[in-house]
């Protein structure tokens, strides 16, 4: 029997989602075809005059469950089928995620029952709150002792116990079966915690959220997998609603998926589903690619032969994957591949700066056929790169750039506000944050010269440094020398005539810090007189009075101000409801208090909802890592391969988590030996080379330091290539 589902193989830019759009439009084309011969048939029936007991082929109007890796894939790929059919078509695009999510929400009556669970409204965890309550609940099991076995701190254990039920949940693992499988997989190992011990500690963590409807991503995995797809009545309910499935990417999907997918199949829908043998990205980090490739099985397998015809994939793929795995094999790299090698690295960063710089201003490329790609990105390189770049007015584009919210100069001043609001958080304010907010609040309203031009030009940093304000950093450091004054429970602001030589502070900053004074004072009178809703309330009259005000905030403020909100906003949530569960007789201000810490701790980052400036894509150099360049999906004229000497590249740019090969279905439980570790880093830096080298399509600079940060001599696994450059360029070559 032929099946109509299509299994799509290719590598990385052979147009597989192309052929799925291509694949959805002829599943449309057919259903318009059967609905006009339908329609035609049933009116010749009624001019006869017979009697039709003929039974409509849809009872409702089934749409098409669209699939894809990652949220940004996720959005383009629905724009893409949205706008091929014109929208004519119920589409539903979500992350495999992102769909059990709204599956559970949805169904949960269903659950409730199912479960026997308090009737209550679910609330999801967010990773740095599941993270917080977990280890307050844990806290009386995680002795020194237990530390001491793990070898990792408090934080780093619980995080690792946490992921182990998130693993489980993608392989479609109960949560009960994972003290079994943790005990094949470790064997004597005697470096690690008992896994009976971290299992209970994760039944426990998974019947507290459940009794107070608290959903994490693993919770609502395991619920969807264990629960959901077995249960009859949803079973009817999902193969109603969805006909046809397309999943874009499959090989970076966690288990769970496929038993989503032929569930789907086995009910009569169709399928098309799009396979990289190079992608992979996720694997260690949930997905499992060998269990969802035996989904072909049930399809017509086609295969997209060779590599984009904008690539160097054809003509360097080979040569390198050779040379990384048979060093002493002689071969010279040709000359698209160019090699930029110093001492040390910070050498390594100005040159591999100035190259870029030199070949944009020389018009060889533009910026945003640039991209420089590292295995792991830190503040020192991020800083560096961008600060020479922009100096040369060039733009850029930092990828995913997963900054803790905290290192945001608006986000301290605006909880160093919070602290002189509220009583009873003195402790969590001092003189130097006081004189930064006063420059942050000071701000004056000013657009910039050619708006979106203008500030398409700048970085984040720059920007910030640019806006003017009314109390300059010198004023602001008197200001709060002379006019703060500390105390645990209440610190307050001296009128600026405090200062006896106050008449040099000037009108400006004068007349600026009165007006942030007076605007404090009321929001304590209200506060006192509980006026004020919430914390939540506060920050956004702060938002809207000093810092908005119709004025043109960089996007990248933007974002740290809406994931301040929408942070805030979910933790009073998750407080209120602990609240209702089971009271607990704190002081007023305990939530506030912990929330600043929380931030501070720097577990939040700036990645609100969308991810991304509406609009067209920057004209400016990416900076990336290698995790984060192959999720993306990009590609460029020129790539710059930072730290090629660098042993992460065998890693992939993403550590893989604590016990993930255990959960592979192909191999759950047996134990992960030495040399499994090895042949995984060489298979997963021969699916980089191949995949990175599809995304590129003119030519490639290793860049090579001798010397890492550290000053450890670097003898990664990309040093072949580096010495098979016959094209160089040195220190001296440059200057």
Not at 165 to 193: F, R, V
Not at 243 to 253: H, S
Request: aromatic share 8%; with cysteine.
């Amino acid at each position: 029997m032929v099946s109509h589902s299509v299994w799509i193989v290719g590598t990385s830019r052979s147009g597989k989602t192309a052929r799925l759009v291509e694949q959805f439009c002829h599943w449309v084309k057919l259903e318009n075809q059967y609905n006009e011969s339908f329609y035609t048939k049933k009116s010749r029936l009624k001019k006869g005059g017979h009697v039709s007991e003929f039974l409509y082929l849809k009872q409702t109007d089934p749409g098409v469950l669209v699939l894809a890796a990652n949220d940004d894939n996720r959005r383009e790929l629905g724009d893409i089928i949205v706008t091929s059919t014109f929208g004519k078509y119920p589409v539903r695009a979500k992350t495999p995620l992102g769909f059990f999510q709204d599956e559970v929400i949805l169904f949960w009556p269903l659950l409730i029952n199912s479960l026997n669970l308090k009737a209550q409204f679910p609330v999801r965890l967010r990773p740095e709150t599941e993270q917080e309550l977990a280890t307050k609940l844990w806290r009386p099991q995680l002795d020194e002792e237990i530390l001491r076995i793990a070898g990792v701190n408090e934080s780093r254990l619980v995080r690792r116990i946490l992921d182990l039920l998130q693993l489980a949940a993608y392989s479609g693992t109960p949560c009960e079966d994972i003290a079994q499988i943790l005990a094949k997989g470790l064997g004597e190992n005697t470096t690690t915690l008992e896994p009976e011990f971290l299992a209970c500690l994760l039944l426990d963590w998974r019947n507290w959220c459940l009794e107070r409807g608290l959903l994490t991503y693993g919770i609502i995995t395991e619920l969807y997998s264990q629960y959901l797809l077995s249960d009859r009545n949803y079973q009817q309910h999902l193969t109603k609603r969805y006909q046809a499935v397309l999943a874009d990417d499959v090989d970076d999907y966690p288990s769970v998926a496929r038993l989503l997918f032929e569930l789907l199949l086995d009910r009569g829908a169709v399928g098309a589903f799009s396979y990289n043998p190079d992608g992979a990205v996720r694997l260690g980090l949930g997905a499992d690619p060998n269990y969802l490739e035996g989904l072909a099985e049930r399809c017509r397998v086609e295969i997209l032969t060779g590599p984009p015809p904008e690539s160097l994939s054809e003509q360097l793929t080979k040569q390198m994957v050779e040379l990384v795995t048979e060093p002493m094999v002689l071969l010279s790299l040709p000359k698209t591949v160019h090699s930029i090698q110093t001492t040390s690295r910070a050498q390594l960063l100005r040159q591999t700066a100035e190259v870029i710089a030199n070949a944009i201003q020389s018009q060889q490329v533009q910026p945003e056929e640039v991209t420089i790609i590292a295995p792991g990105l830190d503040a020192i390189a991020r800083y560096t790169l961008v600060e020479i770049l922009v100096k040369q007015n060039i733009p850029v584009e930092s990828l995913n750039d997963q900054r803790p919210l905290i290192s945001s100069p608006i986000i301290r001043a605006l909880l160093t506000m919070l602290a002189l609001v509220y009583p009873g958080l003195g402790r969590l304010v001092d003189r130097d944050a006081v004189a930064e907010m006063l420059v942050v609040l000071s701000r004056k309203q000013q657009l910039p010269e050619n708006s979106t031009d203008a500030m398409n030009r700048v970085s984040t940093t720059d920007a910030m440094n640019r806006v003017s304000t009314n109390i300059d950093p010198v004023r602001a450091g008197l200001i709060a020398d002379y006019c703060f004054v500390p105390h645990p429970d209440r610190p307050d602001l001296l009128p600026v005539s405090t200062f006896k030589r106050w008449d040099r502070i000037g009108y400006a900053a004068t007349t600026a810090y009165s007006e942030i004074l007076e605007w404090l004072e009321q929001q304590r009178s209200q506060q006192e007189l509980r006026l004020i809703p919430s914390p939540i309330s506060l920050l956004d009259r702060a938002i809207q009075r000093f810092l908005w005000n119709g004025s043109n905030l960089p996007y990248e403020q933007l974002a740290a101000l809406r994931e301040l909100l929408e942070t805030a906003q979910h933790y009073w949530e998750i407080d209120t409801r602990l609240r209702q569960i089971a009271p607990v007789e704190t002081t007023p201000h305990t939530t506030i208090i912990e929330f600043i810490q929380l931030l501070r701790r720097g577990t939040i980052t700036a990645n609100p909802y969308p991810v991304r400036p509406i609009g067209g894509a920057r004209k400016a150099v990416t900076l990336a890592t290698i995790f984060q360049y192959r999720s993306s999906r990009r590609s460029h004229r020129w790539h710059f391969w930072l730290d090629a000497g660098s042993p992460l590249w065998a890693k992939g740019g993403a550590a893989t988590l604590f016990g993930a090969p255990f959960f592979l279905r192909d191999r759950l439980g047996e134990p992960w030996t030495a040399e499994d570790e090895k042949l995984a880093e060489e298979q997963r830096l021969q699916r980089i080379l191949t995949d990175l080298l599809s995304r590129v399509s003119e030519r490639v600079y290793l860049c090579h330091s001798d010397l890492a940060v550290n000053g450890q001599e670097q003898l990664g696994p990309l040093l072949p290539l580096v010495n098979a450059c016959v094209t160089v360029i040195s220190e001296s070559t440059v200057n």
